[in-house]
């Protein structure tokens, strides 16, 4: 980094310093999604589509197997409503699911609940997923569901803790 600065004269004076950065974050075979309308960030497997909307929904696919990444937002959520609001809510939505195992994590630095669940699809097709429920300090709630093929459930499970872990809030807007 150097800052050169020159006098009416024409004299000039450069300094010069190294600056080493250290990028602890850099995940193999992710890239990062930033989110252009609510600022939120993660990463996600290289080897999925980009994020696109429909609606509320942000959604994903993997280009190798059948896993699938579903956001969906809830714009200003009214007073009351809470992470567990979103999560009975969406087990609701998804019916006959059985629950493997139920968390709470820190997304973010918001406490958000975990739920990973499993199902047969209409196939026979054996099927596990992960999802999220949690609220941003704007109100809007997300549940970030994650779900594949049972045979893929260690890949799922893998990009599932990565996106957690990973997911940022950011500020929005043109120009930033």
Do not use: C
């Amino acid at each position: 980094l150097g800052m050169s600065a020159e006098n009416v004269a024409g004299q000039t004076a450069v300094d010069l310093i190294d600056l080493t950065v250290a990028n602890n974050e850099r995940r193999d075979g992710y890239q990062a999604y930033l989110d252009p309308y609510l600022g939120f960030k993660f990463l996600y497997p290289q080897t999925w589509y980009e994020p696109r909307y429909q609606d509320t929904l942000l959604y994903t696919t993997s280009q190798i197997t059948d896993t699938q990444l579903q956001i969906t937002i809830y714009p200003d959520l009214a007073e009351g409503v809470t992470a567990e609001t979103l999560k009975q809510q969406t087990l609701q939505q998804f019916g006959a699911v059985d629950i493997l195992f139920e968390d709470e994590r820190n997304v973010a630095g918001r406490q958000a609940l975990s739920v990973a669940y499993g199902y047969t699809n209409a196939d026979g097709v054996p099927h596990s997923g992960l999802f999220l429920t949690f609220i941003d300090d704007k109100r809007n709630g997300f549940v970030v569901d994650l779900d594949g093929r049972a045979t893929d459930e260690a890949a799922t499970v893998e990009a599932f803790v990565t996106l957690a872990d990973t997911w940022e809030f950011a500020e929005a807007g043109i120009g930033l």
